[in-house]
């Protein structure tokens, strides 16, 4: 599998590269640990309303994604998802990733657009073995749950946001948190409690319920001081949060400041060919925002299609000039 760049994250900045990859006439593959793309957006925030994006005077983290996905599709970049990036290496004048499962993509450069690391969700103990079969980390359609009883447990931003998105659509909506308080910002509980979402606090899911033809049908709780409930679910959605590192980057030989690459002006790291762009990227006065990493991309691929092609034009005009 030969590219002329490998991007390696597929959120904002790993997308919008795609794009300008495609415009610089390269092409590419991006590779995510996540089964969706847009990494912190769709994993943590995809019903949020987004306000400091140029030109959105607001956009829901979703249709941001979604709209950077169509505007890379042109250029028809190759998506590796739900894979890891085990292994960096140079040979000659190419780089090669390897992936797990021993899959190795060369290009002629390598774009880590990673943002704050690997994604791992936190895992909810009673759902050992659901994953995929009733329970979910992120609901990338909200359709899919049209008609059902969702259970989501957590107290955190992004229990709230689902319970918000899920609510006009699924039968019925309960959130299940452990703690008394919660994480999430008193004014979308204050949503969510007014449309009368059930909150039960100081409670646990201690069983998934599987009805006779396997499928998910209701979650035992316990409840601190409390009789114990069982609750109809057809789904149940983990939002419990998500660790983040940056793995096996940290071996690659690049120079890394509190789990960020430190970067030059051209977005270059210490090891020839591997650029780095996003809320990865480290230099001093860094700013970290999505509009930020849309410029570093385009900083990046630039700079990289001049390293590939060295008659190439650092800054190739306008893409409104583009026939």
């Known amino acids: ?52 994006v140029g030109g959105f005077a607001a956009i829901r983290g979703r249709d941001l994604v979604q709209g950077l996905v169509d505007q890379a599709a042109p250029w028809h970049p190759a998506y590796l998802l739900g894979r890891k990036a085990e292994k960096l290496e140079t040979v000659g004048d190419r780089v090669e990733l390897t992936l797990d499962g021993g899959d190795v993509l060369s290009a002629g450069a390598v774009l880590i657009t990673a943002g704050i690391g690997e994604f791992t969700p936190r895992p909810l103990p009673a759902g050992d073995g659901w994953l995929g079969r009733g329970m979910v980390h992120f609901v990338p359609s909200l359709q899919v749950h049209a008609g059902q009883h969702v259970v989501v447990v957590g107290g955190g931003d992004s229990a709230f946001d689902w319970c918000l998105a899920l609510h006009p659509v699924a039968a019925s909506v309960t959130l299940v948190h452990r703690r008394g308080k919660f994480r999430a910002a008193e004014s979308i509980v204050r949503q969510v409690r007014e449309l009368g979402v059930p909150l039960v606090t100081d409670a646990e899911v201690t069983r998934f319920v599987e009805s006779p033809s396997g499928a998910l049908e209701g979650v035992e709780v316990s409840v601190k001081g409390g009789e114990d409930l069982s609750l109809p679910a057809n789904a149940v959605v983990a939002a419990l949060g998500f660790t983040a590192d940056l793995g096996p980057i940290e071996s690659w030989g690049l120079e890394i400041d509190h789990r960020a690459i430190t970067v030059d002006s051209t977005m270059a ?9 996003g809320d990865v990227a480290h230099y001093p006065g860094k700013v970290k925002l999505i509009a930020t990493g849309f410029g570093e991309a385009a900083t990046a691929v630039n700079n990289i299609a001049v390293a590939l092609d060295p ?4 800054f190739p005009g306008h893409s409104s000039n583009a026939e």
């Open 1 to 52: 599998m030969d590219y002329d760049l490998v991007i390696i994250g597929a959120g904002p900045t790993g997308l919008f590269a795609a794009y300008y990859a495609g415009f610089r006439g390269l092409s590419m593959a991006v590779v995510d640990s996540l089964p969706e793309p847009g990494g912190q957006v769709t994993a943590m925030y995809p019903e949020k309303m987004i306000y400091d």
């Open 269 to 277: 790291t210490a090891r020839p060919r591997v650029y780095a762009a």
């Open 311 to 314: 008659d190439a034009h650092l």
